[in-house]
């Protein structure tokens, strides 16, 4: 047995620093108070939100390392709440999410959290309870450097989110009856016309054909955005030539955020996720969901007062904050809007310059991550033709402080692949093919590496949190590969994260989209041999059936109403099922109805089995078949009735342009003769759920009819 000397002093080192650290930890004692609260961002006072000791954001906690937090969560609302300490590295049972880790805390009850601090940095906390992280239950958690590392003269907590009247379980509700519910709203109808325009055809065509459908940044279309809740502010008490360290968090529900200061000027970033990495000068940064970074900025000396600003990825919206209290305001540059079309071409920005309120344009550099060519490895200005363009942060070019490699002696477990997928329509998202409900493990042995595979097979981000741990992104920086709680998953994009697996427990993984969560994109890190306590597992079958699951059905109904036919159209999808009644008629005639009601199980994003009943000409039939979307996202349903007919019918929704949708259904039918029939409408959408067009029949027995009207969706 060999002899090492120096672990020994270690050793010997730690065990004497005990009793001095131990007598000189401090307590340090909050009380929560969980409240409802009527709030008013956009105009319009709402009654559904929450806050914490009356306020939203909910009041920073700060702490110092070697420090024992002891933080009373008392609920005055009239619905049950849990917090998460996001970033802490806490013990598994205080780490927040009911069920797997505490009891819920049901209103009038408390709870306190206690857990030592181990580590310094910037963090959150916010509510693991249904949605209510989007209703107002989110804070800032500061843990001091000491002595400080930086010396600065202001250091400001900037905490991001976003904002909708709407309830949250309204807006989820909304995305379960159509994925682009909200793209009224935001003003977003990528069209073939749009794509023609663009000089994107092929990007277009080539995302039909892989059924993959145009670029999506976000889901919800928001009121508002926030920092420090609120739209806009002025911070007076910064002066000329004055540091200021920015402790910046993405505590939205569901939005990126581009955080730029002034006409574009330089800020170096000193920390990621609380993590110190090695100082890097850019002039952006696009901070994922749940992210938070540290940055240094020195006012410029000068009769002005530059701009913060988070502008939300989809361009529909920015919250700022003017440093200073004098001169003119240096405003940041407008982003152009990003384009739909696909990912072939997306430099969308343009290189306009725009400084000081001038309003031009500047080049975001698209929305491609870590593999980007061209991206600077030091963070140096790009320049194009001698205009200042963006210097974003990419992740290849962070690297931490200190070496951050493993022990090679410990083993290394099978990588786990982890494939990100959903299905837009259905507002399904899973991890490796399934959702939460239906695989909630990923089983991982104490003292081994693990290697997480993060593969994203959507055109969205995911930005995907593991609690109770730091992992190492494998970057390219070899030992010094920065540490991350959060990382963002680009639009098919791949990532790969290694940490060492030390903290025995159960942990939450999953998509810090709090939507994308909701419906399935998550999974408990379990550590072989461990056990949930009976009263966790008592507590979930108590109260489970209270809360939303992704295998809930959600109701969608929608109305057609022509001059020439009429229909209605009643659904329910949950999980991997849909339930759909039709009914129709043609010249409102009573006895010439037609209906059918099918129940789908989903066996892909893709394929679907099918079976139910027919009736048509006044008899009723039973159907089984099979659901496909074909190449360019053609809907297909084949089936065969209990009469012995074979039926094919088809639909294809083609946008043809802004607002202006064009749907043809043809319907193919054997049984001792062919028939056939088609349908198609051309319809323009005045408001979200209202429609005006034409509608075409045309059959094989009964000839063509034209109508106009109008169609209503519920």
């Known amino acids: 047995m060999s002899f090492n000397l120096s672990k020994l002093v270690q050793f010997l080192a730690m065990v004497l620093l005990i009793p001095v650290f131990s007598a000189h930890a401090k307590v340090v004692e909050y009380e929560l108070n969980v409240e409802s609260k009527t709030v008013n961002f956009t105009g319009k006072p709402v009654e559904h939100a929450l806050a914490i000791n009356g306020s939203i954001p909910a009041p920073t906690l700060r702490f110092e390392l070697g420090d024992e937090a002891v933080i009373k969560v008392i609920n005055h609302t009239n619905e049950p709440t849990t917090l998460h300490w996001h970033g802490i590295l ?40 249904e949605l ?57 109808f990528p069209s073939l016309l749009g794509a023609i325009r663009h000089g994107q055809v092929w990007d277009y065509l080539r995302g039909e054909w892989t059924r993959m459908g145009p670029m999506d940044l976000s889901d919800v279309g928001y009121d508002a955005f926030l920092i420090n809740g609120k739209i806009s502010q002025d911070l007076s008490q910064i002066q000329p030539g004055d540091r200021v360290r920015f402790r910046i968090i993405n505590a939205a529900a569901s939005s990126y ?73 240096e405003k940041v540059p407008e982003k152009m809007k990003p384009s739909p079309y696909g990912m072939g071409d997306m430099n969308h920005g343009g290189s306009g310059h725009g400084g000081g309120g001038h309003g031009g344009g500047h080049d975001d550099h698209g929305d491609m991550d870590m593999e980007e060519p061209g991206d600077s490895m030091s963070g140096d200005m790009d320049v194009m033709d001698g205009i200042k363009t963006t210097n974003r942060l990419m992740y290849k070019m962070l690297k931490s402080e200190h070496p951050t490699n493993i022990d090679d002696n410990l083993i290394r477990a099978q990588v786990i692949d982890l494939e990100l997928s959903g299905d837009m329509e259905r507002y399904t998202w899973h991890i490796n093919g399934k959702p939460f409900t239906e695989d909630k493990y990923i089983e991982i042995r104490e003292n081994e590496v693990i290697t997480f595979r993060m593969i994203n097979k959507t055109m969205m981000h995911h930005p995907m949190h593991l609690h109770g741990h730091f992992f190492r992104l494998l970057n390219g920086q070899g030992d010094n590969a920065p540490l991350f709680h959060t990382v963002d998953v680009g639009p098919m994009k791949t990532v790969t994260i290694e940490f060492h697996a030390n903290e025995p427990g159960i942990w939450f993984l999953h998509c810090h989209n709090l939507y994308h969560m909701k419906m ?18 008592e507590d979930e079958k108590k109260y489970s059936k209270q809360f939303t699951k992704d295998s809930d059905f959600f109701p969608r109904v929608e109305a057609s109403l022509f001059s020439n036919h009429a229909e209605l159209e009643v659904g329910m999808n949950g999980g991997f099922w849909d339930v759909e009644l039709n009914i129709e008629t043609d010249e409102y005639n009573s006895s010439d109805i037609e209906a059918d009601l099918v129940f789908k199980r989903y066996l892909s994003r893709f394929l679907a089995v099918m079976g139910g009943g027919e009736y048509e000409d006044g008899e009723m039939h039973a159907i089984l078949g099979a659901a496909y979307t074909l190449p360019l996202n053609v809907q297909m349903e084949t089936y065969v009735r209990s009469d012995g007919k074979v039926v094919l019918k088809l639909r294809k929704r083609i946008p043809l342009a802004r607002r202006l949708d064009f749907e043809i259904e043809p319907e193919f039918g054997y049984k ?15 408001k979200n759920n209202v429609s005006i067009g034409g509608f075409f029949k045309d059959t094989d027995n009964s000839g063509r009819t034209v109508g106009i009207g109008v169609r209503i969706r519920f």
Do not use: C
């Open 90 to 129: 806490v013990p598994w049972n205080m780490d927040g999410p009911a069920f797997s880790n505490n009891k819920l805390i049901q209103p009038g009850q408390s709870f306190t959290f206690r857990f030592p601090i181990k580590h310094t940095g910037t963090y959150w906390y916010h509510s693991h309870t």
């Open 132 to 188: 209510q992280e989007q209703r107002g239950l989110y804070g800032a958690i500061v843990i001091e450097d000491s002595p400080q590392k930086y010396e600065v003269d202001h250091d400001i907590v900037m905490v991001l989110s976003d904002w909708i009247d709407e309830h949250p379980q309204k807006v989820l509700a909304n995305l379960k009856k159509e994925g682009d519910y909200y793209a009224f709203k935001k003003d977003f």
């Open 257 to 329: 955020f581009y955080v730029n200061i002034g006409d574009l000027r330089d800020f170096h970033v000193i920390s990621k996720d609380g993590m110190n990495v090695q100082p890097l000068k850019v002039n952006e940064i696009r901070m994922g969901i749940g992210e938070t970074y540290d940055v240094l900025f020195d006012v410029p000396d000068g009769h002005m007062r530059p701009e913060f600003r988070a502008t939300v990825q989809d361009i529909t919206g920015f919250a700022s904050v003017n440093l200073g209290s004098h001169g003119h305001i």
């Open 520 to 537: 399935g994109m998550a999974r408990l890190v379990k550590y072989e041999g461990f056990e949930r306590p009976d009263e966790l597992k």
């Open 672 to 686: 001792d003769i062919f028939e056939w029939e088609l349908e198609a409408a051309l319809m323009y959408k005045i």
